[in-house]
């Protein structure tokens, strides 16, 4: 059954460095997100992507975050001066229209980020 | 802004019986909803959706019912067996949005002893 791949599964990194988390999305999926999942809270969107460009972003998805495909198979989040509220659990997700249909959306799983 | 609710205290129960999950909506009828199951430390994994129009969908030992005078959603998991457990997730996209934002539950847990 098709997935979706992310690496790094955890990051450890310091205070105020940068951080860029990659997934390999569905390869027939067109519709790519990222939400988080702070321990013990609810899983959060952040932002979809759809032909190349941000379709949606989140509050939380401000000027420090940035999302790439920068080829036809990777999705990276990029976190700029990484701050210790950003801990989380990163998770890419896709889906092959942003309307799901019976399959619901894919999601990779996680990138847990831990920022020291 | 559409809030989805569950009850975030575990639900306990015995092996074989049926477990029985509550998802609230708090403001429009969403055109759909969806069960995901969620296992420590991993992502969410899709289960079931169900539409607006559609009052029970079945999958297996799964069955999802969406009642709008209600703003509800049940999702049962008949004979259930101490791999089911997990936490399960309700959730159903956002607003009128068409960029297939998720909005979440907090989700419940389920621990099913033998």
């Known amino acids: 059954e098709p997935e979706v791949t992310q690496t790094p599964s955890h990051q450890v990194t310091q205070m105020g460095q940068e951080v860029i988390l990659r997934c390999v999305p569905i390869?027939?999926?067109?519709?790519f997100y990222w939400y988080r999942q702070i321990l013990g809270q609810k899983v959060e969107f952040l932002v979809s992507?759809?032909?190349?460009?941000?379709?949606?972003k989140s509050e939380i998805f401000d000027d420090q975050f940035s999302v790439e495909r920068p080829d036809g198979s990777n999705f990276t989040l990029k976190i700029r001066s990484t701050k210790l509220e950003d801990s989380a659990m990163y998770f890419c997700?896709?889906?092959?229209?942003?309307?799901?249909?019976?399959?619901?959306?894919?999601f990779g799983s996680g990138t847990r980020l831990t920022v020291v | 802004s559409q809030k989805i609710e569950q009850n975030s205290e575990a639900l306990n129960i015995q092996e074989g019986k049926t477990a029985t999950l509550t998802c609230n909506y708090t403001?429009?009828?969403?055109?759909?909803l969806q069960w995901y199951r969620q296992d420590p430390g991993r992502g969410p994994v899709f289960l079931l959706l169900?539409?607006?129009?559609?009052k029970e969908k079945r999958k297996e030992r799964l069955k999802v019912t969406f009642d709008t005078t209600l703003k509800q959603s049940l999702f049962h998991i008949t004979a259930s067996q101490p791999a089911d457990s997990a936490t399960y997730l309700c959730?159903?996209?956002?607003?009128?949005?068409?960029?297939?934002?998720?909005?979440f539950g907090q989700g419940t847990t389920l621990q099913v002893k033998p």
């Open positions: 997700a896709s889906s092959e229209s942003s309307r799901t249909g019976v399959h619901g959306y894919t």
């Open positions: 390869s027939n999926h067109l519709y």
């Open positions: 992507f759809y032909n190349n460009e941000i379709s949606e």
């Open positions: 403001n429009y009828s969403p055109a759909y």
């Open positions: 169900i539409r607006e129009n559609e």
């Open positions: 959730s159903t996209t956002h607003g009128s949005s068409n960029t297939g934002k998720l909005i």
